[in-house]
């Protein structure tokens, strides 16, 4: 049997291999560089994830598959991969003034960020569980290294391992759940296992059962589902902040689209089984990361559990099912990344070489030393929290809805309740700005320019704005999106 590749194999993963290609030249761009300076580096790689999007844009329409069908170019996957190339872009920027100011002059760090979003495209534009297996390892391996970037911080050390220890463990639920579906119906392919789940005699087979539930195991420590979660706030806190910046927003979005393409394009049979199991995994999600984020003094561990809670929101819209609810997922995906990437480049603009303000208590008075700052940062609160005119409102209200016309009525008023419960620790951000002194212990301090950082914060806080306004444009796209996915699942 002789197997030979085409021009629609290589079109088919052309915007990944160009981001892979431009990795390795940023590592060997690193390895003859002089200084410690890596803003050169920087600005190659936003050249390669503006090329990147350029090749994804060309592919959109042409409905191009590639490797025997095992890799698609169709539009769910163009459309999560332009929101991974806009987020990793996001960090790209905040991390310029942050490695600065540590003298960390690792040019590999950009490298991983490529990567990384080289893994997750090919993630959610994989039909086949093998390769969505790879780019799920490439992402993963980036990622427990970026954790660990600040080789002489113990705490950057301790996130690092702790990812990889548990990492590798949800990793081989994974892998074993993907076997035991694959003993089952005989093949690795996501519309081949559609087709064998739909025989009685397969779809009575055990296997198939433990399959998914190892497989919603992995897939809930990637997204941070309850109970798989308790790794989320340590490595937060103790990643570099772009890293968790990084970390809250673009693997979440990568492993939500790969669970998508598995249930709905592989398992859509099962859908009555598995959406009462994530009932009442997405209920368990949203109480416990709201009830444990009430409880934190610290921003970035208080975002750890926000980011949970979100991804117990996003997990209503998988439960409901249809167009509408899964292009919300797409849309919420984006806004999320705007508004939370956002809060973390205030909080890198906020600090200094010399000391992190991660705390309340940093922020006490500053809405009067940097009132421009202080605004983007109530902006991004009241979008995680769901104000009206903000993209959270818009996504929160196209999940719920969806989810009320399937008649799951109480998982939205659940929702709904943790919505309110959030407000609290929400808005104690914006109280400490505003209506709170500095003590002689947390001096307010005026911040040092950096034209990247301001630059994302600005194009956080329009996009936040923009979704919240005229969430129509995008809210179509996602929902045209996921309509070519349903047809095919």
């Not at 598995?262 to 009555?272: D, F, Q, S, V």
Request: hydrophobic share 55%.
């Amino acid at each position: 049997m002789s197997f030979t590749l085409s021009a629609a194999d290589f079109l088919s993963v052309l915007p990944e291999s160009i981001l892979f290609a431009m990795g390795m030249v940023v590592l060997v761009f690193e390895m003859f560089g002089t200084g410690r300076d890596t803003r050169n580096l920087a600005y190659l790689s936003l050249l390669s994830l503006l090329v990147s999007g350029f090749a994804l844009h060309r592919l959109a329409g042409r409905g191009i598959t590639g490797f025997g069908g095992s890799i698609t170019a169709d539009p769910f996957a163009i459309v999560l991969g332009m929101i991974f190339l806009l987020v990793v872009a996001l960090i790209v920027l905040v991390s310029i003034r942050y490695l600065h100011d540590r003298g960390v002059g690792h040019g590999e760090y950009y490298a991983l960020l490529l990567f990384a979003c080289g893994g997750m495209m090919l993630m959610v534009s994989s039909t086949d569980l093998l390769t969505i297996f790879i780019g799920l390892e490439i992402l993963s391996i980036s990622s427990y290294v970026l954790c660990g970037l600040i080789q002489g911080d113990l705490r950057s050390n301790e996130s690092a391992l702790k990812y990889f220890l548990l990492g590798a463990f949800a990793t081989g639920f994974l892998l074993y759940g993907m076997v035991l579906l694959y003993g089952a119906t005989g093949s690795i392919r996501l519309p081949e296992i559609a087709a064998a789940v739909n025989r009685s005699e397969v779809r009575g087979n055990p296997m198939i059962w433990y399959g998914l539930g190892l497989i919603l195991v992995g897939f809930g420590f990637k997204i941070a589902l309850v109970p798989f979660h308790m790794w989320t706030p340590d490595v937060y806190e103790g990643a570099p902040t772009p890293v968790t910046a990084f970390l809250s927003s673009a693997p979440k979005a990568a492993g939500f689209g790969a669970l998508i393409r598995i249930l709905t394009e592989g398992l859509g049979a099962l859908t009555p089984e598995w959406s009462q199991v994530l009932w009442v995994v997405a209920a368990l999600t949203m109480t416990v990361g709201n009830a444990l984020a009430l409880q934190q003094d610290n921003i970035k561990r208080m975002l750890a559990y926000s980011s949970i809670a979100h991804a117990g929101y996003i997990l209503v819209a998988l439960v409901a099912g249809g167009r509408d609810s899964l292009g919300g997922v797409l849309f919420y995906l984006l806004a999320y990344a705007f508004m939370n990437s956002g809060a973390f480049a205030v909080l890198i603009l906020a600090s200094s070489p010399v000391r992190e303000r991660v705390t309340f208590e940093d922020y006490r008075g500053y809405g009067y030393v940097e009132p421009a700052l202080a605004l983007a940062m109530v902006v991004f609160m009241l979008s995680l929290t769901g104000i009206p005119l903000t993209a959270g409102f818009a996504g929160k209200f196209q999940i719920f809805k969806s989810a009320i016309d399937k008649g799951y009525v109480w998982l939205a008023v659940i929702g709904l309740l943790n919505s309110v419960v959030s407000v609290y620790y929400y808005l104690r951000m914006i109280v400490v700005m505003y209506m709170q002194r500095p003590t002689a212990e947390h001096p307010p301090e005026r911040v040092v320019p950096s034209v990247p950082l301001y630059v994302a914060v600005a194009a956080s806080a329009l996009g936040v704005l923009y979704l919240g306004v005229f969430p129509a444009g995008w809210l179509e796209l996602s929902v045209r999106s996921v309509t070519s996915l349903l047809a095919g699942g």
